[in-house]
């Protein structure tokens, strides 16, 4: 058999010329349909819509578990055990809810890889170091704790979703203990967008994420964006905000929006295509956004946690 290191090593000297007529754009379109830079991130292209869509339609392990097991819902086990285990704060468990969020505009690559790819590593820490500066943490330390729970979750993980191979992962860390159920893509989006709701609006004392269906008034003023001056830069101009009252939800913070689409004479247009009860048709708005409600950000709610996970 050959050892690893040879096949490291003759796989190096065997790289693809990777030169080809068909050139690709350097960005990436985004699930709100923004573009992002991978290459040269910033923070004003971050919007956590993008992140947990991206996140909870992404299979760990390379699609190897024995049932769809995303990102997204990774992430919430471990703020979950942060915040139910460990008694952390929202500040620490934001942000180990977010310590994947690269991998929503990078996509993961798988260990064994990865650790032969120093540029995606470059590219990884600048992407979350604009993530992070678009929350409000740019200044903060990451917990010294978040590496070794990502590790020891991987124990976790491998005991209920992986086969029963036996294979030496190199792991001999403790698990942390978590039980894992199937969740569906649309319900990890979910929790991981109302963990960071939850989260958001402890910190800065505002709503920073809202859904309709929360039961919440998103109704927002609202300044659409971009407007191109004489330098080609974007900024608002003279437009006067207007009300929008038909919000299916908010990334405040973001600048992005999901609305829903009326007819000229005002009627709620319903997506034909949404199955034997259509709901309405929606669209996304891209601007600046100030909840309207008085009183919206002293209203609070709570983490509904899903059947295993932490306890």
């Known amino acids: 058999m050959i050892d690893t290191d040879t096949r490291v090593e003759e796989s190096v000297q065997h790289l693809l010329d990777t030169d080809t007529k068909y050139k690709a754009v350097d960005f990436i379109e985004t699930y709100t349909g923004r ?10 292209d971050v919007s956590i819509i993008d992140i947990a869509h991206h996140l909870s339609h992404q299979c760990r392990y390379s699609g190897a578990p024995k049932f769809f097991y995303s990102t997204a819902q990774h ?3 471990l703020a979950d055990y942060a915040d139910l285990r460990m008694g952390c704060g929202p500040i620490e468990c934001l942000q180990i809810l977010i310590h994947d969020a690269p991998e929503a505009y990078l996509v993961d690559v798988p260990r064994p890889v990865k650790q032969f790819m120093p540029e995606y590593r470059v590219w990884d820490k600048a992407i979350n170091n604009a993530i992070r500066s678009w929350i409000g943490f740019g ?3 990451i917990p010294a704790w978040q590496d070794e729970l990502d590790s020891r979750i991987i124990v976790d993980e ?3 979703i992986m086969s029963d191979s036996g294979l030496d992962w190199g792991h001999a860390l403790e698990p ?4 894992i159920r199937p969740w569906a893509a649309v319900d990890a989006e979910q929790q991981f967008l109302l963990r960071y709701a939850v989260y958001a609006r402890k910190i800065f004392g505002k709503h920073q994420y809202l859904r309709s269906s929360w039961g919440i008034n998103t109704a927002s003023t609202f300044r659409e964006f971009p407007f191109r001056g004489g330098s080609d830069r974007q900024r608002f101009g003279e437009q006067e905000p ?3 009252t038909d919000l299916m939800e908010v990334d405040v913070r973001g600048g992005v929006g999901r609305v829903a689409v009326r007819s000229p004479n005002g009627m709620m247009v319903r997506d034909t295509q ?3 009860f259509p709901e309405p048709a929606w669209k996304w708005i891209h601007g600046a956004f100030d909840l309207a409600t008085p009183g919206v950000d002293s209203v609070t709610f709570e983490i509904k946690h899903q059947p295993g996970g932490v306890k």
Not at 35 to 44: C, G, M, T
Not at 176 to 179: N, Q, S
Request: charged share 25%; with cysteine; aromatic share 6%.
């Open 242 to 244: 207007r009300l929008i």
């Open 35 to 44: 573009p992002f830079w991978p290459l040269k991130p910033k923070p004003e």
């Open 274 to 276: 949404a199955g034997k």
């Open 139 to 141: 200044d903060l330390p």
């Open 75 to 77: 992430c919430c086990l």
């Open 176 to 179: 942390l203990g978590v039980t």
């Open 158 to 160: 491998r005991a209920q």
